[in-house]
């Protein structure tokens, strides 16, 4: 089969290769990929891949089911999230991460779903309960933030979003965010909860806007750049704050049961992938630098037109 492979080129980080199809482990069924988003911090990880695979989110057709009897039949349409390998013609998933489609749901807008999906639910999850607190996401403009602000609006939160693309600003608005701005020191007031995704002077820059004992998630650190914070800031104002380290995949756990919430969400119209970019996955180094460059708003998706 034709599959990507890192090439440590920052110009062009993956390129085509043959590769054999994946002989799949009794728990893991084998399907025919028709799509697949990437992601930037995969971006991040091909710069070093260490002999990763990329490719994390796929959308398609299972071609054999598990040996051991679980999970989705042969024919069946699915969504899965995999720890690499998914930017192929074929991928082997456990069926614990895999999970059936809707017939209206399309496998564009399945792939878009995994990694920024779970990511933003879980997200959810850890902050709390959010009916009527304040909350303020830095990074918005990416699958992640489209998510975490139609999700929360929906919880009950008033959130602010920081977006410096106006486009996107408008998008977030219609998807319930109170308001948008084009930097964090534009935000008004305090803020209950954080969500802080760039890190560098992002993050104290969103400290500061934190409540007296609210408290502020980092997930990511986007701008690439090291955070400096003084012990003394929080006096003037997120005193008792509490910062809390997140990883999407902390526990360790299936993804099935998660992903199985965002598809039915989707199913029934109560959350929308936000897709920026689609293109032919011959484009896949392209569209990954755009991606790492910033020139591509919400998710990307690759289709394997030879795949339906």
């Not at 996401?137 to 959130?159: D, F, M, N």
């Not at 106006?166 to 020191?185: F, I, K, Q």
């Not at 897709?275 to 996955?281: F, L, Q, S, T, Y």
């Amino acid at each position: 089969m034709k599959a990507f492979t890192p090439t440590g080129r920052a110009h062009e980080p993956v390129a085509l290769a043959e590769r054999d199809v994946p002989v799949p482990a009794p728990d893991q069924a084998l399907i025919r990929v028709a799509a697949y988003s990437v992601n930037r911090g995969e971006t991040f990880k091909l710069e070093d891949p260490d002999g990763w695979l990329p490719g994390k989110d796929v959308a398609g057709t299972v071609v054999r089911a598990a040996a051991d009897g679980t999970g989705p039949a042969e024919g069946e349409r699915v969504v899965a999230h995999l720890p690499g390998g998914g930017w192929a013609e074929y991928a082997a998933a456990a069926t614990a991460d895999v999970v059936p489609l809707p017939d209206h749901v399309g496998f564009t807008e399945a792939a878009a779903l995994p990694l920024a999906g779970l990511t933003a639910l879980r997200l959810l999850r850890a902050a709390g309960s959010l009916t009527g607190r304040r909350v303020l996401l830095t990074g918005a403009s990416g699958g992640v933030g489209h998510y975490l602000v139609e999700l929360a609006a929906a919880a009950g939160a008033e959130i602010t979003a920081v977006s410096a693309t106006p486009e996107r600003g408008r998008r977030l608005m219609e998807l319930g965010a109170e308001a948008v701005v084009s930097d964090v020191a534009a935000a008004n007031g305090t803020f209950d909860v954080v969500l802080e995704s760039v890190g560098g002077r992002s993050l104290p820059a969103a400290l500061a806007r934190l409540a007296r004992h609210g408290t502020l998630i980092w997930f990511g650190q986007a701008s690439r750049e090291p955070v400096t914070l003084d012990f003394f800031d929080f006096f003037a104002g997120p005193e008792g704050a509490t910062i809390r380290h997140f990883h999407y995949a902390d526990p360790a756990g299936p993804h099935g049961p998660d992903l199985a919430t965002l598809v039915g969400l989707v199913a029934s119209g109560r959350l929308h992938p936000e897709i920026g970019r689609v293109a032919d996955w011959v484009d896949t180094a392209h569209v990954l630098t755009d991606l790492r460059d910033r020139r591509v708003v919400g998710n990307a998706v690759l289709t394997l037109g030879g795949n339906p």
